[in-house]
């Protein structure tokens, strides 16, 4: 159980285009998602808290308007970046929290790898 | 915000013996400590976490250790396996607050066989 999927798992887009990457959790609801982004061999940077039905929470330095986030149900949050430049090349990693209670894992997604030429 | 900082970043040890991750925390109101492992290209998964109202916490070869007064947790790996080799990160979260997790830098462990 507690199987989050993210789509696509790669994608490669010329610069200026947006992209869409699609968070689901399969099994289970999730109230609440997170978005995170990845350098190679560094941490997972929190980008924003996605709650469905009401507006993200962002980092400090995370631009909104460049990094769109719906939450429209309670199975699928939607990360899109852009205007996508080649600095925000990078791996994004969502993860789902069970909804309800005071248990507070986070299951991952499998990540979605963003190239930007 | 919460600021995580973890250390060794890597790690290497035989076969056999013990592995040691540290992590400190800047915000005292952190109360919920998971350590994630993720191997190459995969995702992170949950291996132990820790509330604060404990201070250890075991699970067969793994264990956590949580300081609430200095404010730092470890990670003890005992009896090491090549397949315990990856990327380990630690991360406080305020549980009902938000929940969000703030990672530390990660640490590379390599097994040596």
């Known amino acids: 159980g507690a199987v989050v999927s993210q789509h696509p798992s790669w994608v490669i887009c010329k610069s200026g285009t947006s992209v869409k990457i699609e968070c689901r959790s399969l099994?289970?609801?999730?109230?609440?998602m997170f978005w995170y982004r990845q350098f190679p061999k560094q941490s997972l940077m929190l980008m924003a808290t996605?709650?469905?039905?009401?507006?993200?929470?962002?980092e400090q330095g995370v631009e909104k308007d460049k990094f769109l986030i719906n939450h429209a149900s309670l199975t699928l949050s939607t990360l899109t970046v852009t205007s996508a430049h080649p600095e925000d090349s990078s791996f994004y990693i969502c993860?789902?929290?069970?909804?309800?209670?005071?248990?507070?894992?986070?299951?991952f997604g499998p990540g979605t790898r963003l190239t930007v030429l | 915000g919460e600021n995580v900082e973890q250390h060794p970043s890597t790690l290497s040890v035989q076969e056999g013996d013990s592995a040691v991750i540290k992590c400190t925390y800047s915000?005292?109101?952190?109360?919920?400590f998971p350590w994630y492992k993720q191997e190459l290209g995969k995702r992170p998964q949950l291996i132990i976490d820790?509330?604060?109202?404990?201070g250890e916490k075991k699970d067969q070869r793994i264990a956590v250790t949580l300081n609430k007064t200095a404010k730092h947790f470890s990670l003890h790996i005992t009896e090491t396996q090549p397949e315990d080799s990856a990327v380990y990160f630690c991360?406080?979260?305020?549980?009902?607050?938000?929940?969000?997790?703030?990672f530390g830098t990660g640490t590379s462990l390599t097994v040596i066989p």
């Open positions: 915000d005292s109101a952190s109360n919920y």
């Open positions: 820790i509330r604060s109202n404990v």
């Open positions: 996605s709650n469905e039905g009401s507006k993200a929470t962002y």
């Open positions: 099994d289970f609801q999730a109230t609440t």
């Open positions: 991360a406080a979260s305020m549980m009902l607050m938000g929940n969000q997790f703030y």
């Open positions: 993860s789902a929290q069970l909804a309800g209670g005071s248990y507070n894992e986070q299951f």
